[in-house]
């Protein structure tokens, strides 16, 4: 059974840095595209990674602060984020789907979610 295991979120400061992990288990990542999501409280969920056309896509909320990594060895998907913004407060949510991790497509698989609060 497939299953996405999340870490990383927390609390920091305006201007910080977090790592969001995600592991897949139960199967080989290769076989996965992974999305990132957020949802803050009150809003609709946002998509903050997914592929379009081929490439990455970012939404203009976050370009320039997210970027994704790989680590296959691992299993896992990482989503760095730099210069944090109280605005980014929300639960952070991976989700995976055979192929790519298309746009607006619908995941088979989601992580467990990790709260991720900028505050000073």
């Known amino acids: 059974q497939v299953q996405l295991v999340q870490s990383g979120g927390g609390l920091v400061q305006p201007g910080g840095s977090l790592r969001l992990s995600c592991t897949v288990s139960g199967s080989t990542l290769d076989f996965f595209g992974v999305g990132w999501f957020r949802q803050a409280p009150g809003k609709e969920r946002e998509e903050v990674l997914c592929?379009?056309?081929?490439?990455?896509y970012y939404p203009d909320s976050v370009k320039g602060r997210f970027a994704a990594s790989r680590d296959g060895a691992k299993n896992t998907i990482y989503l760095q984020m730099s210069n944090l913004k109280p605005e980014d407060t929300a639960v952070y949510y991976c989700?995976?789907?055979?192929?790519?991790?298309?746009?607006?497509?619908?995941?088979?698989?989601w992580g467990q979610g990790t709260q991720v609060t900028v505050s000073s």
């Open positions: 592929s379009r056309d081929g490439n990455i």
């Open positions: 989700a995976a789907r055979p192929g790519l991790a298309v746009c607006s497509a619908s995941y088979n698989f």
